[in-house]
T-cell receptor
Framework: NAGVTQTPKFRVLKTGQSMTLLCAQD?????MYWYRQDPGMGLRLIHY?????TTAKGEVPDGYNVSRLKKQNFLLGLESAAPSQTSVYFC????WGTGEEQYFGPGTRLTVT | GENVEQHPSTLSVQEGDSAVIKCTYS??????FPWYKQELGKRPQLIID?????GEKKDQRIAVTLNKTAKHFSLHITETQPEDSAVYFC???????????FGTGTSLTVIP
């Protein structure tokens, strides 16, 4: 099993550009999450999904959109990138959400200039 | 929502000594408390977790304690080794909101 994978690993965007980050998991997990990690601020939840076709807002959802068209994939979109979105983005998944171990992807380092 | 505070933000110990990291949470509905270790440039990885119906859990050199009344939980690493050097994050699962809230991390350095 590949576990949780993320594409791309690195990306540099100019302000106003758009992009989509892809998260894929092959563990048949129901729950998937997108976090951003900034220095000194830990991991903050952007959006999450409790199953195929469902999404919900997390702690810091503004400026991001998500979609979960297939159970194994969770996409994070930036419609108009801003320098404040420079961060490391981690995807995670868990079998259920109610207090189950989350498995993290390797991360995507995004820089917005 | 939930708020998780983690202390200290940095910790240096001599090899062989113990390290303790403490977290407090705000919402009594939280029922699951994992600890993650993150090495530089790597993904967070679960090292130990505890549920609200348990007061203490141990796995070799690592232990976690939970005080539900005081709403705090702690990570204890004994006989520290240089490979324990990393950033450690605590988290609390906020059951009502289906979300994990993370502490801001503790950078642990074990000095050989």
């Amino acid at each position: 099993n590949a576990g949780v994978t993320q594409t791309p690993k690195f990306r540099v965007l100019k302000t106003g550009q758009s992009m989509t980050l892809l998260c894929a998991q092959d563990m048949n997990h129901e729950y998937m999450y997108w976090y951003r990690q900034d220095p000194g601020m830990g991991l903050r939840l952007i959006h999450y999904s409790v199953g195929e076709g469902t999404t919900a807002k997390g702690e810091v959802p503004d400026g991001y959109n998500v979609s979960r068209l297939k159970k194994q994939n969770f996409l994070l979109g930036l419609e108009s990138a801003a320098p404040s979105q420079t961060s490391v983005y981690f995807c995670a998944s868990s079998y259920w959400g109610t207090g189950e171990e989350q498995y993290f992807g390797p991360g995507t380092r995004l820089t917005v200039t | 929502g939930e708020n998780v505070e983690q202390h200290p933000s940095t910790l240096s110990v001599q090899e062989g000594d113990s390290a303790v990291i403490k977290c407090t949470y705000s919402d009594s509905a939280s029922n699951y408390f994992p600890w993650y270790k993150q090495e530089l440039g790597k993904r967070p990885q679960l090292i130990i977790d505890i549920r609200s119906n348990v007061g203490e859990k141990k796995d070799q050199r690592i232990a976690v304690t939970l005080n539900k009344t005081a709403k705090h939980f702690s990570l204890h690493i004994t006989e520290t080794q240089p490979e324990d050097s990393a950033v450690y994050f605590c988290a609390a699962y906020y059951r009502t909101g289906n979300q994990f809230y993370f502490g801001t991390g503790t950078s642990l350095t074990v000095i050989p």
